[in-house]
């Protein structure tokens, strides 16, 4: 089915399973942000107005941050693809509204040097493997975690410990497999 749609697999493959990983960060920050909507309505007071708002901030720095900044750059555009698809807003839009235009130029910024686009919007047949990813998932025809993963800075920490001493000892066993043939 997706062989006679996509002719390169590897790029659908790969398409596949990154937007697979970023689905449920999106679907979260969407909900956060309807809430976050939802209370600031039933606010008058600016105060508590700012408090919710910094709050929700605190809330996604403390559970996201490491997530986020491990993503690659598709991962990224994928994000911000999801985010505009299910909230009819731009990731842009979202930071400036809450944080102030200041903030949304700062991170527009950063995500540019990324090589994404926080402005970037969702228009569907842009990407036709992208889309059809997106409508498998949302038919229930791939498995998507229904939360995102959410890593302490100590879990990133120990994983990439994990990771060097991976690859020091698939070095180290390379070079003594390479010494062992010339003798």
Known sequence: HEAVLF????DYRRTKRKTIKVYPYAKYAVNLLEDLDSALAETESKRERRRLIKETNKLLEENFTYAIKNMTEMEGKFLVLLIHKYSDLTAYDIIKD???GVQALFWQGVSKLGGADLKRKYHEGDDAMFDHVVEMIEAGRYKVATDPYIKTKEQ?????KEE???RKAKRKAEREARRAERN
């Open 7 to 10: 002719p390169n697999m590897y």
């Open 98 to 100: 809450y944080r102030g």
């Open 156 to 160: 990133m920490r120990q994983e990439k």
């Open 164 to 166: 060097r001493a991976r």
